[in-house]
């Protein structure tokens, strides 16, 4: 009986010293996971409903298409698009308008903007047509998003293309031609 309460003992404290090492193995737990948002530097979202939230303009972000399920579809002009495409979500505080410019993207893009009902506000399918930029690349300018709206930014594809895009959100700055007196506008 004496040498099976010195054994029980035994495996007691082995098992607690061994509980206590594989602790310490894993080193401190804290809460340095929950300073760090892991949407931060996410691409656009595959919906409306899980949309990347654009925090202010102006704004850039780049990512892939690729992987992305086909959701939306506008006629500007071309329709019949198969292309995968991600969504991105601003909430202005101000009245704002402008220029959104997918330039640099890698495939022939489509670009659009809902309204928070998902009425079609802008539209373009090919603004470029050579360098420096992708052919047949897209871009809006002077889309004016009232403050206190919501608005989605679809980047799409045109036909069944997809693949790496990036987008430039800036200030539209008008351009003014001023007429010389006595000239013709």
């Known amino acids: 009986m004496r040498y099976l309460v010195v ?3 035994m495996v007691c404290l082995v098992g607690t010293a061994a509980a206590f090492d594989l602790g310490n193995q894993a080193g401190p ?19 409306v409903f899980d949309a990347t939230v654009i925090p202010g303009f102006p704004y850039s972000n780049s990512g892939s298409t690729a992987g992305y399920n086909d959701d939306y579809d506008e006629i500007c002009p071309y329709s019949g698009s198969t292309s995968p495409d991600v969504v991105y979500v601003a909430y202005p505080g101000a009245t704002t308008v402008v220029d959104i410019d997918l330039c640099y993207s890698g495939y022939d893009t489509k670009l659009y903007v809902y309204d928070g009902g998902l009425n079609l506000v802008a539209c373009n399918d090919d603004f470029y047509f050579g360098d420096p930029c992708q052919v047949y690349s897209s871009k809006l300018e002077g ?11 679809i980047i799409d594809g045109y036909g069944g293309d997809f693949g790496p895009y990036e987008m430039e959100i800036s200030e539209f700055t008008p351009c003014v031609v001023e007429c010389p007196a006595g000239g013709v506008l």
Not at 29 to 47: F, M, V, Y
Not at 144 to 153: F, P, R, S
Request: aromatic share 10%; hydrophobic share 25%.
């Open 29 to 47: 737990k804290g809460d340095s996971h929950l300073t760090q948002d892991p949407a931060e530097n996410r691409q656009g979202g595959d919906t």
């Open 143 to 153: 889309v004016t998003m009232a403050g206190g709206e919501t608005y989605y930014i």
């Open 7 to 9: 054994f029980v003992m």
